[in-house]
């Protein structure tokens, strides 16, 4: 298990812009170096839609991802991920194996709501 990270202050945490969208498209990306999955993710007015490369393939399928509400970091730069430019981080914690498991609202909220 990891450690504690180093301690911010409550004003570090809040340059962290984390917003729900839900995912519109999922897709197989067979060009990444390690599985993972395109992502489309609809934050509403004002963010709109991004995309997103997440490795996610051990517990998800495409089609099970279309309208599922996430969280994602949507103020870090694009990143280039093979020929995919993901434009938000979409979060998840490790299982018991070190799979990712995405963080997701446990009731249905409306999309570009900002986590505090």
């Known amino acids: 298990m990891m450690g504690t990270a180093e301690r911010i202050t409550f004003d570090d945490f809040l340059k962290v812009d984390i917003r729900v969208g839900r995912i519109v498209d999922a897709a197989p990306f ?6 993972a999955l395109k992502l489309v993710i609809d934050f509403g007015e004002g963010i709109g839609r991004k995309r997103s490369s997440a490795q996610i393939t ?3 399928r ?3 991802l279309v309208g599922r509400l996430v969280l994602a970091v949507v103020n870090f730069p694009p990143r280039q991920i093979g020929p995919v430019m993901s434009e938000v981080l979409t979060l998840g914690v490790p299982d018991e194996g070190g799979e990712v498991v995405l963080i997701h ?3 249905d909220v409306p999309i570009g709501g900002r986590m505090f």
Request: net charge positive; charged share 45%; proline share 27%.
């Open 58 to 60: 051990k517990h998800y």
């Open 30 to 35: 067979p060009e990444a170096r390690k599985p």
């Open 105 to 107: 609202p446990s009731k």
């Open 62 to 64: 495409p089609d099970e």
